[in-house]
Structures are given as structure tokens and as C-alpha cells.
């Protein structure tokens, strides 16, 4: 898909470099290009050049994907990277409720037990709903060190019919904020890193709910990242021309002393709209 670079076979460094990234709809769906409906189309090749020309560019050891269709879909990005340069061959790709977009993990060492959550399922007004993208919880040892990732999508900011999409969005952070709790609960010095696109901002309910009380041991701490100009936004709508910050990086307090919260950031390379509707976000890790 893009010119072929020397093969990566190590980190430059002992760290990691971790890359939360909503690629926008790699799946199979109908669309529309330059005005036109195409039904049950792929992501556009272009766009689909833009996210590994991206990703390349900036060299992680792990990537936090959102927005993954089927496992085939998978396979087609970890290939693309190798043959652009970059062999991240260890991947792990798991879903909820809805059927088409998924989470996926890929990592430059093998993934250790992926584990399932212990609850997907919430009440709300008299029905039962499971958690929409579910949740991603995945663990790896690196230069000695371990790191397990819990990725998520919550509820997007689609309306629908029989439920409040602020509340699904609550309830599914609840679900996530519970899986937190088991992990810590089990290992108060666990180096978790919470990651993915929460479609909410840093001060909504939902987010709060993820994060925690400050002043509790299982408080979580959201990366302040910043792009090449000082600003925070990952996310744009363009049918609402409107920038948000729903993209978030967010570590337990035994993995903060590790961030490189200088060398951290959000990727802004000049083609990003070319590539999602999302700016990738990368934490680097001592």
C-alpha cells in the first residue's frame, strides 16, 4: 500500500511506544464518495494509505485500534505496516453488541492471556443492553516489564430510539470503571493503561466515572497531550464543523512515574484528515 521501508525489528530504546487510534469505519459499509452512494464499499484506499503512512511515520510498539471491522480487516492493516516497514505481529481483536465495528490490539511481543471482562451487561429503564464495541483487555511483558491495556468505544453521539445515548455512554463506563476496580482490586501495582475513544470530554460524567476520585488509590491519570501547536482536540465532526478531545490516553499510579510526558503527544502529521476523522494520540513509556 505504501513504498516498502526496512523492516523495524526492535525499539529504538527499553521503553514502549503506545498508539491509540480511531481509524474511522476501516470495515466494510455503504458510503458516500464525492456524492455518490456506494453501497457495501471498503475504506477508500487513499484514506486507508494515510493511516499506515501515519502509523509508520511514528513508529509504535503497540497499537490501540478502534473502529475495526472483521478479522480480515485486521489482518490488512498488520500486513500493510509490515510491508511498510513496521511488523507489529502479535494481535488481538474482540468486540460487544454491535456486529460491525471492533476493537483490535496489535503489538511488536506476544500478548499474554487476553482476558475477558467480568460484566458487558447493564440495566437502564427496564432493559438490558450490552456494552456496544465491548471491552478490550489484553497484557504483554516488554524489556521486563509488564503492561496490560483495557481499550474501549463507548456509545457514540448518534442518537437512537429507545435509550439516551449520554446515559448508555454512563452506564457503559461504569462497566469499564468496574473492570479498573477488578484489576487493582487483584494487583494495587498493576501498570494498566485505559485508552480509546470515549466520545465524551474530559469533564462529562462518563469520563469522570472512568477516572476516578483523585484522591482514591485506583484514580487514573488522562495524559495532557498536546500536538505540534498546543492544542488538545481529537476529534472533528465535520457535519457540525466541531473540534473535541474524546480521544484519551489514561494510566494507573504505578505506570505514571514511567510516561515520557515530554516525548508524549498527538500525532498531527499534515495529512491526518486524509486518514479518520480522529488524531491518533502516542504515549511513550521509560
Known amino acids: 500500500m505504501v513504498a516498502p521501508r526496512p523492516t523495524t525489528t526492535g525499539p529504538a530504546g527499553d521503553g514502549l511506544r503506545f498508539v491509540a487510534y480511531n481509524v474511522e469505519n476501516w470495515l466494510t459499509m455503504d458510503r458516500y464518495l464525492d456524492r455518490k452512494l456506494l453501497p457495501s464499499a471498503p ?12 502509523l509508520t511515520n511514528n513508529t509504535p510498539d503497540v497499537i490501540g485500534l478502534c473502529e475495526i471491522g472483521s478479522v480480515a480487516d485486521l489482518a490488512e492493516i498488520q500486513q500493510a505496516l509490515k510491508a511498510a516497514g513496521l511488523d507489529l505481529a502479535y494481535s488481538h481483536y474482540t468486540g460487544g453488541s454491535d456486529p460491525v465495528r471492533h476493537l483490535a490490539l496489535l ?6 492471556a ?4 467480568a460484566a458487558t451487561q447493564y440495566q437502564m429503564n427496564g432493559q438490558t443492553f450490552a456494552i456496544s464495541r465491548g471491552i478490550l483487555d489484553a497484557s504483554l511483558q516488554s524489556h521486563g516489564k509488564s503492561y496490560r491495556f483495557l481499550g474501549v468505544h463507548l456509545k457514540s453521539k448518534r442518537e437512537i430510539e429507545n435509550a439516551d445515548q449520554e446515559q448508555m455512554r454512563v452506564h457503559e463506563a461504569r462497566l469499564l470503571r468496574r473492570q479498573v476496580d477488578a484489576i487493582l482490586e487483584s494487583d494495587a501495582q498493576a501498570r494498566l493503561i485505559v485508552y480509546g475513544d470515549f466520545n465524551d470530554t474530559r469533564p462529562s460524567p462518563s469520563f469522570k466515572i472512568v477516572t476516578g476520585s483523585y484522591s482514591d488509590p485506583g484514580y487514573l491519570t488522562a495524559m495532557p497531550l498536546r500536538d505540534s501547536r498546543g ?8 457535519l457540525h ?6 480521544d484519551f490516553i489514561a ?9 515520557d510526558f515530554r516525548g508524549s503527544r498527538l500525532i498531527d502529521d499534515a495529512h491526518w484528515i486524509d486518514a479518520s476523522d480522529h488524531r491518533p494520540l502516542l504515549a511513550i513509556f521509560k
Open 43 to 54: 475504506k477508500p484506499t487513499t484514506q486507508k494509505q494515510a493511516v499506515i503512512e501515519i
Open 107 to 112: 503489538s511488536r511481543w506476544p500478548l499474554i
Open 114 to 117: 487476553p482476558a475477558q471482562p
Open 231 to 238: 492544542e488538545a482536540w481529537t476529534h472533528y465532526w465535520a
Open 241 to 246: 464543523d466541531i473540534y473535541s478531545r474524546f
Open 251 to 259: 494510566v494507573t499510579r504505578a505506570l505514571r512515574p514511567e510516561v
